[in-house]
C-alpha cells in the first residue's frame, strides 16, 4: 500500500513538474480547451435563453374556449374537470363573463367610451395552456367535442410558427455543438501530439533503461488530468463572468420582453459538462498520443 501511494506521488510529481518544463505547449494545451468551452458554452447558454423565450411565448398561446351562452356561471364551472382531462392540457383558468368585459374594456384608454357595455354581452369561457404546443391543433379539436363548448379559437399560425423556430433553434444548436467539439478536438489531439513528439527521446531514454508501459503512461495521464481540469475550470469561470456581464449590461437597457435565464439555473450541469470535456480531452488524448511511442 505504501508502495501504492508512493508511486502515485511520483506520477503526479512528475506530472506538474512535466507542465512547467514545458510552459510553452502547457500554456497553449490549456488555452485551446478555454477557448473551446467558452465557445461551445457561450452558443448553448445562448440556445437555453432563445428556448425559453420561446417556451415563454409557448405559454402564452393559450387557446379559448367559448362556454354556451345559455349556462349559467356554476354550470359553466363544472367543465373544468372535463377540461383537464382532455390530452395535452396543462391548465385551464376559468374567466367570468364580467372579467372578460373588464378585460375588453381595459384595451381602450377611453374606458368613459364603453360605459354602457353590459356583462350580459361576454360569454363565460376557459383560457385553456397547453403541454406541448405542437399538438394545438388535435387539443382546439377535442376542446369542441365537450358538451357546453360552443367556441374555440386557437392561433395555429403562431402555434407552428413557434414549432418551427423551436426546431430551428435546437437543430442548429447541435450541429454548432458537435463541429465545435470536433474542430477542438482536432486541434488538442495534434497539440498533445505535438507537445509529445517533442518529449520523445524522454520516452525512448525510459524505454532502454527497462521502464513499463505503465510507468511511462501514468504521468503523462496525471499531466493530461491536470491540464485538462484547469482550462475546464477556468472556462467555466470565465464564462461565468463573462455572462454576468452581458446580462447585467442588458438589463441596464430594460428591455421588458426579455426573459434571461440566471447563470445558476445551469450552472451545475455546465459545470459537470467542462468537467467531463477537459478531463476526456486531458486523460484522453494524451494516452492516445502515447500509443505510437510505447509500441515496441
Known amino acids: 500500500m505504501k508502495m501504492s501511494r508512493n508511486r502515485t506521488g511520483y506520477y503526479i510529481k512528475e ?11 502547457s500554456f497553449a494545451s490549456i488555452c485551446i480547451i478555454i477557448a473551446f468551452l467558452v465557445i461551445m458554452g457561450s452558443f448553448v447558454l445562448l440556445a437555453v435563453n432563445i428556448n425559453a423565450a420561446v417556451g415563454e411565448l409557448e405559454n402564452e398561446n ?6 354556451h351562452e345559455n349556462l349559467s356561471e356554476v354550470d359553466a364551472l363544472a367543465l373544468r374537470s372535463s377540461l383537464t382531462n382532455i390530452p395535452n392540457v396543462a391548465n385551464v383558468r376559468f374567466i ?4 372578460a368585459m373588464a378585460n375588453f374594456i381595459g384595451r381602450y384608454e377611453d374606458t368613459e367610451r364603453y360605459s354602457d357595455v353590459n356583462s350580459t354581452w ?9 403541454e406541448d404546443v405542437a399538438l394545438i391543433a388535435e387539443t382546439q379539436l ?17 402555434a407552428r410558427g413557434l414549432v418551427t423556430l423551436r426546431s430551428i433553434v435546437s437543430g442548429v444548436s447541435i450541429v454548432v455543438v458537435a463541429v465545435l467539439l470536433a474542430i477542438s478536438l482536432f ?5 498533445i501530439k505535438l507537445a509529445t513528439f517533442e518529449r520523445r527521446e524522454e520516452i525512448a531514454i525510459m524505454r532502454i533503461v527497462g521502464a513499463t508501459n505503465s510507468f511511462i503512461r501514468w504521468p503523462f495521464i496525471y499531466e493530461g488530468f491536470i491540464l485538462g481540469t484547469m482550462g475546464s475550470m477556468s472556462a467555466f469561470i470565465i464564462l461565468w463572468a463573462l455572462y454576468n456581464l452581458i446580462v447585467s449590461r442588458v438589463l441596464d437597457f430594460e428591455i421588458g420582453f426579455l426573459n434571461i435565464i440566471p447563470f445558476s439555473t ?23 498520443a502515447l500509443n505510437r511511442y510505447l509500441k515496441v
Open 187 to 191: 486541434i488538442m489531439s495534434n497539440t
Open 122 to 130: 361576454f360569454r363565460h369561457r376557459y383560457a385553456v395552456f397547453v
Open 96 to 99: 367570468t363573463r364580467e372579467q
Open 142 to 158: 377535442a376542446l369542441r367535442e365537450i358538451y357546453g363548448i360552443e367556441k374555440v379559437i386557437a392561433n395555429l399560425v403562431i
Open 266 to 288: 445551469v450552472s451545475m450541469p455546465l459545470f459537470l459538462v467542462f468537467a467531463a470535456i477537459g478531463f476526456s480531452v486531458g486523460v484522453g488524448g494524451s494516452g492516445f
Open 62 to 67: 393559450t387557446i379559448l374556449a367559448y362556454v
Open 15 to 25: 506530472g506538474v513538474t512535466s507542465i512547467f518544463a514545458h510552459s510553452l505547449m
